[in-house]
Antibody, heavy 123, light 107 residues
Framework: QVQLVESGGGLVKPGGSLRLSCAAS????????MSWIRQAPGKGLECVSY????????NYADSLKGRFTISRDNAKNSLYLQMNSLRAEDTAVYYC????????????????WGQGTLVTVSS | SYELTQPPSVSVSPGQTARITCSAD??????AYWYQQKPGQAPVLVIY???ERPSGIPERFSGSSSGTTVTLTISGVQAEDEADYYC??????????FGGGTKVTVL
């Protein structure tokens, strides 16, 4: 069965950096687009970033202003999110999710989600 | 990017029907997708491409679309359906957007 397991969350000071990882299993990782979605405490969902299967294209939320970088290693079945210049407003649970669909088919959507990893940005 | 507008809350008695709307001009051209999220859990896809139901999702969950508004309908609501529900879509540039979420309370 499809499994996505996030790791790397924790407490970090404002201005610091953190790298999240997502280990995928139960499917052919290299065939799928992948994404990171976050949820601030008590708030809604926000798609932070997604990456195509070959890493040829990445997309980021406008709110990030270039501070985050998504990447993947298909040989290791792993997805990453490098987060720099962290701010208090980046505090959230970060989910890894598999992406399906295409623009020509009417849009993308998330069919499997991990359980999330909590990132807390505080001094 | 654009916004998907959902009502903040919907209340319904057990056995009744809950309807949650999601509106945006882009929905006239792009599909909408619906997720259920219970406290402390990851979201679960309940409807894709406006009206399709993934395997394992109960038949009481259905979706519909009319112009710029899509609707998630839960027929015969059960206590276990109490959760937050989010709609999601994409704009023409590929940016993925979620609605603000609707809290469904079973009275």
């Amino acid at each position: 069965q499809v499994q996505l397991v996030e790791s790397g969350g924790g407490l970090v000071k404002p201005g610091g950096s953190l790298r999240l990882s997502c280990a995928a299993s139960g499917f052919t990782f290299s065939d799928y687009y992948m994404s990171w979605i976050r949820q601030a405490p008590g708030k809604g969902l926000e798609c932070v970033s997604y990456i195509t299967s070959s890493s040829s294209y990445t997309n980021y939320a406008d709110s990030l202003k270039g501070r985050f970088t998504i990447s993947r290693d298909n040989a290791k079945n792993s997805l990453y999110l490098q987060m720099n210049s962290l701010r208090a407003e980046d505090t959230a649970v970060y989910y890894c999710a598999r992406l399906l669909g295409s623009i020509s088919a009417g849009g993308y959507y998330f069919d499997y989600w991990g359980q999330g990893t909590l990132v807390t940005v505080s001094s | 990017s654009y916004e998907l507008t959902q009502p903040p809350s919907v209340s319904v008695s057990p056995g009744q029907t809950a309807r949650i709307t999601c509106s945006a001009d882009a929905l006239a051209k792009q599909y909408a997708y619906w997720y259920q999220q219970k406290p402390g859990q990851a979201p679960v896809l309940v409807i894709y491409k406006d009206t399709e139901r993934p395997s394992g999702i109960p038949e009481r969950f259905s979706g519909s679309s009319s112009g710029t508004t899509v609707t998630l309908t839960i027929s015969g609501v059960q206590a276990e359906d109490e959760a937050d529900y989010y709609c999601q879509s994409a704009d023409s540039s590929g940016t993925l957007v979620f609605g603000g979420g609707t809290k469904v309370t079973v009275l």
